[in-house]
């Protein structure tokens, strides 16, 4: 078995540390096979029995690594127990990206340390280990697939603003009121004049003449603000309305207002049967 085999059957089996009395080394790599594009993480712990003064690492922890190379490492010293139960480790973590494709592989790390106050020195050795690497995705594929990604998601968005498009303007049609012509704006007033005056005449014909006067001049475009009901009918005589409609209309309004000042004598049910007459006509006329 060559120094590379040997190794990636270590990291299989968890790496078994070297052990110098006591101080010891273990090492760890998360995969054995990865993409091109991935990276890896090795770690390489030592161990050591007593507080972290006990010893001292002078020189750098540098890999030699042959198609991989250290994107980043970081180092960090604890301990756990106190007194004669104290241990104390140093944890050396790298993360390391391929450079080429195929057996790639790290050397034996050789890690000198010095005890301290006794100046005794050692070194301590890792596994060499091998790593296989997978060729490079093509570019080409990976713009595709990007691509492909993006337009779906480009997709997704364009429907689902859509969808959302769709039901705003649903909503709003629905809630935006039905538009009423000047005849059914005044049918609905003639309906509420009515029922609020009731068989009161003279009320009737008071409301009667502000809605008719509104519905001639919404439709004829006459102005009525401040004239007399004798001007507005001159207005309407020349609009593009029926002799009957003119003739009605102008029946209407005099009557109104005649009795809107004026005490009024009706008959039982005088209100009901003028109220039918206008709605009859306008909704024929109108």
Request: contains cysteine; hydrophobic residues 40%.
């Amino acid at each position: 078995m060559n120094r590379y085999g040997a190794a990636v059957l270590t990291a299989m089996l968890g790496l078994t540390p070297c052990v110098s009395k006591a101080i010891s080394v273990s090492q760890s790599i998360d995969r054995t096979d990865m993409r091109f594009e991935d990276t890896a993480a090795y770690q390489v712990v030592i161990s050591w029995e007593g507080p972290p003064t006990r010893y001292r690492f002078e020189k750098a922890l540098r890999l030699e690594a042959d198609k991989l190379k250290v994107a980043s490492f970081s180092s960090t010293v604890n301990s756990t127990g106190t007194g004669s139960d104290e241990i104390s480790s140093k944890v050396v973590n790298y993360r390391l990206v391929p450079t080429g494709s195929g057996t790639a592989g790290v050397e034996s790390l050789a890690i000198e340390f010095m005890e301290w106050p006794d100046t005794t020195v050692g070194v301590l050795l890792t596994d060499a280990f091998a790593i296989a690497v997978a060729r490079p995705v093509p570019i080409k594929a990976l713009d595709q697939e990007g691509n492909s990604i993006w337009l779906w998601s480009l997709a997704v968005v364009v429907l689902l603003g859509g969808a959302a498009g769709v039901v705003v303007w649903m909503r709003g049609k629905e809630e935006k009121p039905p538009v009423r012509t000047p005849a059914q704006a005044f049918l609905d007033d003639l309906a509420t004049l009515k029922s609020d005056t009731g068989s009161d005449l003279k009320q009737f014909q008071t409301g009667l003449y502000k809605i008719l006067t509104v519905f001639v001049s919404v439709l004829y475009q006459i102005d009525v603000n401040g004239r007399s009901t004798e001007a507005i009918l001159d207005d309407l005589e020349k609009a593009d309305l029926s002799r009957e409609g003119k003739d009605m209309l102008s029946d209407w309004l005099r009557r109104a207002e005649r009795e809107k000042y004026a005490p009024v004598n009706a008959a039982p049910g005088e209100t009901i049967r003028l109220e039918s007459e206008i709605r009859n006509f306008v909704e024929k006329h109108f």
